[in-house]
Every structure is written in C-alpha cells, then in structure tokens.
C-alpha cells in the first residue's frame, strides 16, 4: 500500500519528490484515483507540497569530472587552459569543477 511514510522512505532510494512518487503510483494503476487525491490532501494538510520532510542532495555531475581529469591528466592541458576553452576567469573553473573534487590533480 502506498501511504505518505513509505513514500518518504523511498524517495532517497529513487530521487524524485514525494508528489512524483505518488504520481507514478497512480499513473502505473498502483493506487486508484480517490487514494492519489486523498494522498496530495494529506501532502498539503502536512505542507509537504512546498516543504517535503525528507531531503536529497544534489547529484554531481560524473561525466563533467571524468573529461575534467582526464585532460589535465591524460592531455595535459593546464588550469589556464580549459579555464579559457570554458569561458571562464581560472578562479571561477577552480572552485567549479576542482575544489569540488579533490580527486582532480591542479596543473598551472
């Protein structure tokens, strides 16, 4: 059975808001239409529709990392570098796309 609780367990499982769940839920023929709507009045009634109670981070971008350490790696392109093919100042590329990620190696 779908109920507020259990969504809220699973939605750090999926990523999604607890209104998408429950959407979901409807739209696969999981709940019928009187438990959707019953489910967004107790989301509202709770303030759940603008607030939900559980919090997911965001996800890091992987591919951005990857192509970053990869050139200043494997191409040796500098900091300098990519910083100018990105179209931005050198300190903005650092903490965008290196203090991030400590794993990345600076080259000057």
Avoid at 38 to 50: D, N, P
Wanted: hydrophobic letters at 35%; charged letters at 30%.
């Amino acid at each position: 059975s779908v109920t507020l609780a259990r969504v809220a367990k699973l939605k750090p499982y999926w990523r999604v808001s607890m209104q998408a769940l429950i959407r979901r839920a409807y739209t696969l023929g999981r709940i019928s239409e009187s438990q959707y709507r019953r489910l967004f009045t107790q989301l509202s009634k709770q303030g759940f529709r603008i607030n939900e109670p559980v919090t997911i981070s965001p996800e890091e971008p992987e591919t951005y990392r990857r192509l970053i350490d990869i050139h200043l790696r494997e191409y040796d392109y500098s900091v300098r570098d990519l910083s100018h093919l990105l179209d931005l100042h050198e300190w903005e590329f650092e903490n965008e796309y290196l203090f991030k990620h400590r794993s990345i190696r600076i080259v000057k």
